[in-house]
Nanobody, 123 residues
Framework: VQLQASGGGLVQAGGSLRPSCVSS????????MGWFRQDPGKEREFVAA????????VYTDSVKGRFTISRDNAKNTVYLQMNNLKPEDTAAYYC?????????????????WGQGTLVTVSS
């Protein structure tokens, strides 16, 4: 499975971005999808995850109310709508897929990873 993330960029604090991630997998419709982020020198941090049908979502506390994860199984794509961005949201954002089980924030449970898309929020 190959995951291709895009849609990062430079935005001022308070602005919005909507990264997306396209999967080449035939079983995308059954995968849990997640977004993680990482700053240089820091550990990878969980951001959000969504179940195979979109019926269950989880978020890290720092993005609740600002970020929304969604998916379009017909397009093999997962999105991360990011509103009211803050400088501390600056990081490389990675999408990941999990072949089975429930939504999770544990990166060790994810099977495939895309390359990062850089999000930079200026103050």
């Amino acid at each position: 499975v190959q995951l291709q993330a895009s849609g990062g960029g430079l935005v001022q604090a308070g602005g919005s971005l909507r990264p997306s991630c396209v999967s080449s997998g035939r079983t995308f419709w059954s995968n849990v999808m997640g977004w993680f982020r990482q700053d240089p020198g820091k550990e990878r941090e969980f951001v959000a995850a969504i179940s195979w049908n979109g019926g269950s979502t989880v978020y890290t506390d720092s993005v609740k109310g600002r970020f929304t994860i969604s998916r379009d199984n017909a397009k093999n794509t997962v999105y991360l709508q990011m509103n009211n961005l803050k400088p501390e949201d600056t990081a490389a954002y990675y999408c990941a897929s999990k072949n089975s089980g429930w939504v999770s924030g544990n990166p060790q449970l994810y099977d495939s990873w895309g390359q990062g898309t850089l999000v930079t929020v200026s103050s």
